[in-house]
């Protein structure tokens, strides 16, 4: 007896766990409807995982899943279901991580700026503030040739100044003569008029 169970044993264990599920759900009784109705699962589904077709069904996790909540809703062990399901089921390849910034460059600053269109480039601001700069000097800032210089202010000699540094004041007469021929580019000035008495 103990040989006939042994046997028994190791043909359930060769067989897939598709075909497991569907003579556990046959001994019991229960149609495929039954059983999609307690999983929320579609017929067609729970007839691709007794058949062992695993490309009608979701992979990974999905399918593991599945068959842990039918092996618990037969009354079977799901871990070993599971267990059996990653001999039957075809390998998963993992996808290869993509990092998206290994493949960007990094320069160190150093680099940025040997290149011959960056130093063209900062000569060119370079010129262009320079030559702003002086345009508003030239403008704003630097003193006009056109002002007249300012006279001197005539001081009245006092008793007590001993020289002065004005020339001496020139007769009342050769005024009159000097005014009427006045020197080439001079602004011309009138003589004062003298006050009623």
Do not use: C
Request: proline share 11%.
């Amino acid at each position: 007896m103990d040989a006939m169970a042994e046997s028994t044993d190791r043909e359930a264990q060769a067989r897939p766990i598709g075909s497991l599920l569907a003579a556990e759900r046959e001994r019991q009784g229960l149609s495929r409807a039954d059983v999609a109705q307690r999983l929320h699962m579609s017929v067609s589904q729970v007839e691709a995982l007794e058949a062992g077709d695993y490309g009608r069904l979701p992979r990974g996790t999905f399918l593991r899943g599945f068959v842990r909540n039918y092996a618990r809703a037969l009354g079977l062990d799901a871990e070993e279901a599971v267990g059996r399901l990653a001999d039957d089921a075809p390998r998963e390849n993992a996808p290869a991580i993509v990092v998206p910034s290994q493949n960007i460059r990094f320069d160190p600053l150093a680099e940025r700026f040997s290149s011959p269109y960056v130093k063209a480039a900062g000569i060119a601001t370079a010129l262009l503030v320079l030559g702003f700069a002086a345009m508003y000097w030239w403008v704003f800032i630097r003193p006009t040739g056109l002002a007249p210089a300012p006279a001197p202010a005539a001081t009245a000699a006092s008793p007590g100044a001993g020289t002065s540094s004005l020339p001496p004041p020139k007769p009342a007469a050769a005024e009159p003569a000097a005014a009427a021929e006045p020197a080439a580019g001079a602004p011309v000035q009138e003589a004062p008029r003298p006050e009623p008495a």
